[in-house]
């Protein structure tokens, strides 16, 4: 069985996406989800699910390594295979990141390398572009900078606003972060040298698609 731990900060709809498709499904269990809000609605999302819930907010810790350590020992608790980062709105330290190496994965609305960091809507509109999207990636020291795994395009129309677009990223979220979680429980994907590998063939740099 491949334990995961789904880790948020707000809505949770790729947390629900994951629980509809692969909770209890092909070896994959959510042996836990974790929020760094106690706000955070994805909460309710798993307790309607009858997953285990943890909140350890980030208010009360005077760095972020001791943030980073308090968190590391709730997880690692549940003995997780996996760490799933959908939404969890916080930058990690080296030693958080290098502890999951390999078995991290994150989600992040746009089409990596383009537009790290926030605002990824917006920025995608301001510059023009005809195509944006989502990307599922290892996460490594480097911010949103880890091997893609799987991308998904949406198209931008001329009178898009930032909400119409997230929309529309979403929906491809909600499809291609459970397939990516499912290939990693069925142990066909994996990190090796900075690379994503699935199913012994190395990912090209911008994800298989
Ligand atoms: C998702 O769109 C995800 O790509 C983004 O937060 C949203 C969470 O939505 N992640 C980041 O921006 C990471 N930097 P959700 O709570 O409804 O799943």
């Known amino acids: 069985n491949c334990r995961i731990i789904v880790l948020f900060s707000g809505n949770g709809s790729n947390l629900q996406?994951?629980?509809?498709?692969?909770?209890l499904q092909g070896g994959a269990e959510i042996v836990a989800a974790v929020s760094n809000r106690e706000d955070a609605f994805g909460l309710e999302r798993a307790k309607t699910a009858a997953i285990t819930t943890e909140v350890?907010?980030?208010?009360?810790?005077?760095s972020r390594e001791a943030y980073d350590q308090a968190l590391m020992a709730l997880l690692d608790n549940y003995q997780p295979d996996l760490l799933v980062l959908?939404?969890?709105?916080?930058?990690?330290?080296?030693?958080?990141?290098?502890?999951?190496?390999g078995r991290m994965l994150n989600?992040?609305?746009?089409?990596?390398?383009?537009?790290?960091?926030?605002?990824?809507?917006?920025?995608?509109i301001d510059a023009g572009d005809k195509e944006h999207g989502a990307s599922v990636h290892f996460v490594t020291e480097e911010l949103d900078g880890g091997p893609v795994a799987l991308q998904?395009?949406?198209?931008?129309?001329?009178?898009?606003?930032a909400?119409?677009?997230?929309?529309?990223?979403?929906?491809?979220?909600?499809?291609?972060?459970?397939l990516v979680v499912s290939w990693f429980?069925?142990?066909?994907?994996?990190?090796?040298?900075?690379?994503?590998?699935l199913d012994e063939n190395r990912l090209p740099p911008d994800g298989y698609a």
């Open 17 to 23: 996406a994951i629980i509809d498709k692969c909770h």
């Open 152 to 161: 998904a395009r949406v198209p931008v129309f001329e009178d898009d606003t």
């Open 56 to 62: 350890l907010d980030h208010k009360g810790f005077d």
């Open 185 to 197: 429980a069925a142990q066909r994907l994996s990190m090796s040298d900075g690379a994503a590998i």
């Open 163 to 178: 909400e119409d677009l997230a929309a529309r990223v979403h929906e491809q979220e909600h499809q291609i972060y459970p």
């Open 107 to 124: 989600i992040h609305p746009s089409l990596l390398p383009k537009y790290q960091g926030l605002n990824t809507h917006q920025r995608a």
């Open 86 to 101: 959908a939404g969890f709105m916080r930058i990690l330290t080296p030693e958080f990141v290098s502890h999951y190496q």
